[in-house]
């Protein structure tokens, strides 16, 4: 059997580094691109082991010509871009561990005063928006991946793509799940027509990892007793699943993931041939957790 050749699209990202991460230690051909082409370094400053075995490449996923000729042989691609939020300071916030500016971008975005609300961006700010990044920015690699003929083996490829699960906080705007389920439908029509690429569409929650981002440890340790207290209780939803308190219920009853099990089931998909949906039960399941399937449903 041949080695899989995986082309991580954001591999030096929060969850892209953990999927290379884990390809390597399967012993798997793993080639990055981003818009710096930088390997991986730790919040530190450390390179980690795993980094020299990966090939990083500079390129940029809404320009094809820059990133061509790497989609020639690899058996599958993981598409790990995307944006909570539109305002441009929260990913620094969150590498600073600064809660408060977290929270003043979240405010921002629901109050439409983030980049959204300008009318007059130029192309590169286009790219910072909900559609360019979590829509636009995947179907144009994934139109890139098709157009190259597949490689001898294996026959069939896999495009995987990192969705989120069906509600998020009541202060992300709804484009965020809108632009991700746009993205999803778009993957699938252009997957079925081509009848060679699989589709794997990944809807994790919070993804949480206490030494690479410990501002995630938090919210994800408070997101585990609710979701855990739900699964126990088995209480419906008392609101509508589209008011704001349906949305804040739901998020608290969707349990938090460590990102290296979202990066173990995207691996794990590619190599067992799965398709489609791959929720945040599954990946639980699959990393050991015992998982309340007969959950009630949303009143």
Known sequence: MSVPRLLVVGGNGYLGSAVCKAAVAKGWNV??????????TTPAGHTPKWVHAVQWHRA???????????????????????????????KDAIARGDILGLLGGMLRGATGSGPASNPLKTA????GTYEAMNRDSALTVLDTMLAEPSPPAPAERSFVYVSAANKVAPFVPDRYVTTKREAEAGILERCEANGHVKPVLVRPGLMYNAHVRPI???????????????????????????????????????????VDHVA???????????EG????????EWAGFEVVRDKPAEI
């Open 60 to 90: 940029s996923a809404f320009e094809p010509d820059t990133y061509r000729d790497l989609m020639a042989d690899k058996s599958a691609v993981v598409h790990t871009l995307g944006i909570l939020l539109e305002d441009a300071g929260y």
């Open 216 to 258: 995630s440890t938090l919210p994800a340790f408070a997101l585990s007793l609710t979701a855990g207290l739900h699964d126990r209780l088995h209480l419906p939803m008392p609101f509508s699943a589209d008011s704001a308190l349906g949305k804040a219920a739901e998020t608290l009853c969707t349990h938090p993931i460590h």
């Open 31 to 40: 080639a990055s691109m981003s818009s710096s082409g930088k390997p991986y």
């Open 277 to 284: 949906v791959v929720n945040v039960d599954t990946m639980r």
């Open 264 to 274: 173990d089931a995207i691996i794990r998909s590619i190599a067992t041939g799965e």
């Open 124 to 127: 590169v700010e286009a790219r």
